[in-house]
C-alpha cells in the first residue's frame, strides 16, 4: 500500500472564478500556465471549471471537485470588493467560521498604510478558520490555503507568484514524460496505424495533433507515459510506422 | 408565461474536450473567443468545463450541463484519430446509436478523394441518430447538433466556422448591455462605496477589475444590464460617486 500510495499519480483540478472570464470581457491567461506548472511538477490536472461570482456555484463546485483530487486551485475574487466572495464562499463550502485574521492583517500593512487600511481592504484579510496563509509577494494580500484546496488570486502576475510559493509544499507525483514526433502526415493518413499503436501499449498516452503551416496540413504525434522505457517503446513504434508510411526504411 | 419565456435569459455552458488543453501543451483559444460571441448575440454563457479525452467524464460532463442550460457547446475530440471519441460520447450520454451518417460522407467527399476516405477518415461521419449536421466550411468535416447539444472542431478556425454557422438558429435573450467606467482609483479605495451601489441596484450587476498600468494600480468599474434605464441609473451612480471621492463636482 505504502509503495502504491507513493507512485499514485498526484491530481488536480482548477477552478476559475469570475463573470468577466464568462462575458469575455477578461480573456483567461491562468488556465495555461497553471496547466504547464503542475504537468512540469508531476501533478496531473484533470479537471478545469469556469463559474461566476456566485455563492452557491462556487460552494457547489469546490465541494464537487475537492472530493475528487488531490488539490483543488481556484484563481479569482479574492480581492476589496463586493463581488470578491471566494473566501466567504470556501468557508462555506468546509462548513468553518470565517473571519479576519491578524496574520493577514500584518501582512497588508506591510504594503498599506493604517490610515488607508478601510473596511473594504479588511475583507482581504477574511481567511477561513483552520486555514494556512499563502504569501503574496507582489501585492501582499494573501491567498489561502485548506484542507486540500488552494485559493490564489486571478491577476496573472500575483497567482504566479503564490503558485511558486505553495509549489515546495505540494505532494508530487513520478513526471509524465513526453516527447512530440512530426509526422509529415495528414491526420486521416495515419490514424489507423496510430490508433493500433496505441491499443498496443496501453500504459501510454498518445495524442494525435493537427496543425497546418505553409506546406499545408500535418500532424504531431504526442506520446506520454511515466515509464520512460515504454515511452521509448512506443516512440519508437510511432517512428516505424511513420518510416513505412513515408515508404522510408524504418 | 409566454412573455417570461420571452424575456428569460438564454444561458450556456461549455464543455472543452482534450487532454493537450489539461497538459498545457496547447493553450486554449476557444474560451474567450465563444464568451465574446455569445455575449454579443445575447446568451449568457454561465459555465465552462475543460475535461479530457475520456469516456466516462464527458458522458457525465455533457449530461450534467445540458440538463443546466439553454444550450452545451463542445469543442474537440471530433476528428479521425483513436482519441477522437466526442461523437460516440455525446451519442452515448442521450442513449441513442451512432453510425456513418451519409450526409456527412457526402461533405467529407467534397474535399477528400474517394481513394483517400479510409476508414480513419470515415470515423468522422459518425454521427449520432437524430443529430442534425454543422458544416464546417474551411475542412468539410461536419459537427453536430443534437437536443441542445452542439459539437464542434477543437481547432480554433473550424470551430469558428461551426459557431457562424449555428448561430442565426439559436434563441438569443435579450443583450447584456455593459458601460465600462475607469476610475482612476485604486481597487480597495472606492470598494465601500461601490459595494453600496451594487446593493442599491439589484438588476445591475457590477464589477470591480483591477488593473496596472504605467500610473500604477487602477480599477475599471464594469456595469452590466439587460435593461437601458437601469443601466445608465447605476452608471450615473458610479461616476457620481467617483466624482465624490476624486473631490469633483458630481
Given at each position: 500500500m505504502a509503495d502504491a500510495a507513493a507512485t499514485a499519480p498526484v491530481t488536480a483540478a482548477l477552478l476559475v472564478i469570475g463573470d468577466e472570464i464568462l462575458s469575455g470581457r477578461t480573456k483567461d491567461r491562468n488556465i495555461g500556465y497553471i496547466a504547464d506548472y503542475l504537468t512540469a511538477i508531476g501533478i496531473d490536472l484533470k479537471e478545469v471549471r469556469v463559474v461566476p461570482d456566485e455563492e452557491d456555484e462556487i460552494v457547489a463546485a469546490v465541494n464537487a471537485l475537492r472530493q475528487r483530487y488531490t488539490y483543488l486551485f481556484t484563481t479569482g475574487g479574492?480581492?476589496?470588493?463586493?463581488?470578491?466572495i471566494t473566501a466567504d464562499s470556501v468557508a462555506k463550502a468546509f462548513g468553518v467560521p470565517i473571519d479576519e485574521d491578524p496574520r493577514a492583517i500584518a501582512m497588508l500593512l506591510e504594503r498599506i498604510r493604517p490610515e488607508d487600511l478601510n473596511a473594504a481592504r479588511r475583507r482581504m484579510a477574511r481567511i477561513p478558520h483552520g486555514a494556512e496563509l499563502v504569501a503574496n509577494?507582489?501585492?501582499?494580500?494573501p491567498g489561502f490555503w485548506i484542507g486540500n484546496v488552494i485559493v490564489m488570486a486571478g491577476v496573472p502576475a500575483i497567482m504566479q507568484a503564490m503558485l511558486d510559493e505553495v509549489a515546495p509544499k505540494l505532494k508530487t507525483g513520478v513526471k509524465m514524460q513526453s516527447v512530440s514526433i512530426?509526422?509529415?502526415?495528414k491526420e486521416g493518413d495515419i490514424a489507423i496505424p496510430l490508433g493500433e499503436i496505441a491499443k498496443a501499449h496501453p500504459d501510454v498516452i498518445i495524442g494525435s495533433y493537427p496543425f497546418n503551416d505553409e506546406r499545408g496540413f500535418n500532424t504531431n504525434v504526442v506520446v506520454r507515459a511515466r515509464d520512460e522505457a515504454k515511452l521509448r517503446a512506443a516512440q519508437a513504434a510511432v517512428e516505424a510506422m511513420l518510416a513505412a508510411w513515408h515508404g522510408r526504411a524504418a
Amino acid at each position: 500500500m505504502a509503495d502504491a500510495a507513493a507512485t499514485a499519480p498526484v491530481t488536480a483540478a482548477l477552478l476559475v472564478i469570475g463573470d468577466e472570464i464568462l462575458s469575455g470581457r477578461t480573456k483567461d491567461r491562468n488556465i495555461g500556465y497553471i496547466a504547464d506548472y503542475l504537468t512540469a511538477i508531476g501533478i496531473d490536472l484533470k479537471e478545469v471549471r469556469v463559474v461566476p461570482d456566485e455563492e452557491d456555484e462556487i460552494v457547489a463546485a469546490v465541494n464537487a471537485l475537492r472530493q475528487r483530487y488531490t488539490y483543488l486551485f481556484t484563481t479569482g475574487g479574492i480581492g476589496p470588493t463586493h463581488d470578491d466572495i471566494t473566501a466567504d464562499s470556501v468557508a462555506k463550502a468546509f462548513g468553518v467560521p470565517i473571519d479576519e485574521d491578524p496574520r493577514a492583517i500584518a501582512m497588508l500593512l506591510e504594503r498599506i498604510r493604517p490610515e488607508d487600511l478601510n473596511a473594504a481592504r479588511r475583507r482581504m484579510a477574511r481567511i477561513p478558520h483552520g486555514a494556512e496563509l499563502v504569501a503574496n509577494s507582489v501585492s501582499k494580500a494573501p491567498g489561502f490555503w485548506i484542507g486540500n484546496v488552494i485559493v490564489m488570486a486571478g491577476v496573472p502576475a500575483i497567482m504566479q507568484a503564490m503558485l511558486d510559493e505553495v509549489a515546495p509544499k505540494l505532494k508530487t507525483g513520478v513526471k509524465m514524460q513526453s516527447v512530440s514526433i512530426r509526422a509529415d502526415a495528414k491526420e486521416g493518413d495515419i490514424a489507423i496505424p496510430l490508433g493500433e499503436i496505441a491499443k498496443a501499449h496501453p500504459d501510454v498516452i498518445i495524442g494525435s495533433y493537427p496543425f497546418n503551416d505553409e506546406r499545408g496540413f500535418n500532424t504531431n504525434v504526442v506520446v506520454r507515459a511515466r515509464d520512460e522505457a515504454k515511452l521509448r517503446a512506443a516512440q519508437a513504434a510511432v517512428e516505424a510506422m511513420l518510416a513505412a508510411w513515408h515508404g522510408r526504411a524504418a
